[in-house]
């Protein structure tokens, strides 16, 4: 059927009521339809439980980076500090190579004493005087040595004991000393001096020309046993150390020859001039030494010992040391030994414990026996590798 324009019903909109009916009855769906249900708008338990998963292991990884990044800023930050203290240490130790040192009018006067005497009582003047003269300049030699140890040992303590040390070498102790002593008294009776301590008078008394405060930062400083004496701080808050003369350890710095032997005579201490702390070194005989000085001699130079007691006496060849400034690391734990603090009138750089075997496992700077897995972990100016 065609309305007035001549166009039909059925496919301009006037569709037949048939056509009509059946659009309008519900549409019927299968059973394998998809149903036009309600919108779900929650989460199954297993979706909640694998989006809580996804994200704990994102958060696992996001917080294992940040922990190592932290721990290796903590390890830049030491390295950093470490290093600034090294190079100010190292300025002032370096300088007694060429330090003038005054020993005791005495030393002098016993020793020109005995040239007298020993002259006196030959029957060839001339040839005496030639001896003489000899053991008189090795002798000298020996009390400036000596005399340089004192001062490093005065000026550059890592032990209160060093502050408490009388020289016996030296004309009077140097003005640093005093300084160092004053600071002691100012402190609890109970508090004495740690290493960390003693290092942190070292450089801001010693180093710097006075200007070493300036270097350093507040977060560099601190007091970790709040006995008024402040330390040097690594990036775990703990105080930083040191020992002045390391001889026991073995680095970069401090190196070994390829039989184990320290390299004395290629690298021989670089303060003993005319290289009087050596094996080799038998003269003067030790009945020409003054009592003033050939005490001191014999205990910190010629009767170097593998023993306390023992038929082999042999003088290990001095060799040149680097002081050690060190951290802990994350455990806080050195585990590094400093010997010779019971024996307060040492100025042995080289002298090991006394009631061990003489070997480098018993010298300042050494592992703590059994311990040498808990040193792995230290930062040092040394670099150190066990």
């Not at 405060?213 to 402040?230: E, N, S, V, Y």
């Not at 190196?255 to 032997?261: A, E, K, L, S, V």
């Not at 003269?283 to 001191?296: E, F």
């Not at 060190?326 to 019971?342: F, H």
Request: hydrophobic share 35%; with cysteine.
């Amino acid at each position: 059927m065609k309305n007035q324009c001549g166009m039909s019903n059925g496919k301009w909109g006037m569709e037949p009521e048939r056509l009509r009916a059946e659009r309008a009855l519900p549409i019927q769906h299968s059973a394998f339809s998809i149903g036009t249900g309600p919108i779900r708008t929650g989460l199954t338990l297993v979706e909640l439980l694998i989006t809580m998963a996804i994200m704990a292991i994102i958060a696992a990884a996001i917080l294992g980076t940040a922990a190592a990044a932290i721990e290796g800023a903590r390890e830049k930050r030491t390295q950093t500090l470490i290093t600034k203290i090294h190079t100010l240490i190292l300025e002032r130790y370096n300088s007694y190579e060429t330090r003038r040192v005054e020993v005791k009018a005495k030393i002098i006067s016993d020793i020109d004493a005995w040239v007298a005497s020993f002259v006196a009582g030959s029957s060839n003047p001339q040839q005496a005087m030639k001896e003489a003269s000899k053991a008189r300049g090795e002798m000298i030699a020996d009390a400036r040595l000596l005399g340089i140890r004192e001062l490093m040992k005065k000026e550059m303590p890592d032990r209160v004991e060093d502050i408490l040390y009388v020289p016996q070498i030296l004309a009077q102790p140097p003005q640093l000393a005093f300084a160092y002593d004053r600071r002691r008294l100012q402190l609890p009776a109970t508090a004495g001096l740690s290493q960390a301590e003693c290092l942190y008078l070292v450089v801001m008394n010693a180093t710097g020309d006075g200007e070493a405060r300036t270097l350093f930062a507040k977060q560099d400083i601190g007091d970790t046993d709040d006995d008024g004496a402040p330390e040097f701080i690594d990036g775990w808050g703990n105080p930083i150390g040191w020992i002045r003369w390391p001889a026991g350890v073995t680095s970069d710095l401090q190196p070994r020859n390829p039989d184990g032997t320290r390299p004395g005579e290629t690298d021989h201490d670089p303060f003993d001039l005319y290289r009087r702390d050596s094996p080799t070194v038998v003269t003067p005989n030790l009945g020409y030494y003054p009592a003033s000085l050939r005490s001191v001699y014999e205990a910190n130079m010629r009767n170097r010992m593998t023993r306390a007691t023992g038929a082999n006496m042999t003088h290990q060849q001095a060799y040149r040391l680097v002081p050690l400034i060190y951290s802990g690391g994350p455990d806080g734990e050195s585990k590094l030994q400093l010997t010779g603090a019971q024996n307060g009138d040492n100025i042995d750089p080289y002298v090991a414990n006394q009631s061990e075997s003489y070997v480098d496992g018993t010298q300042s700077g050494a592992p703590v026996l059994d311990s040498v897995q808990l040193t792995k972990d230290n930062i040092t100016n040394h670099l150190i590798e066990y």
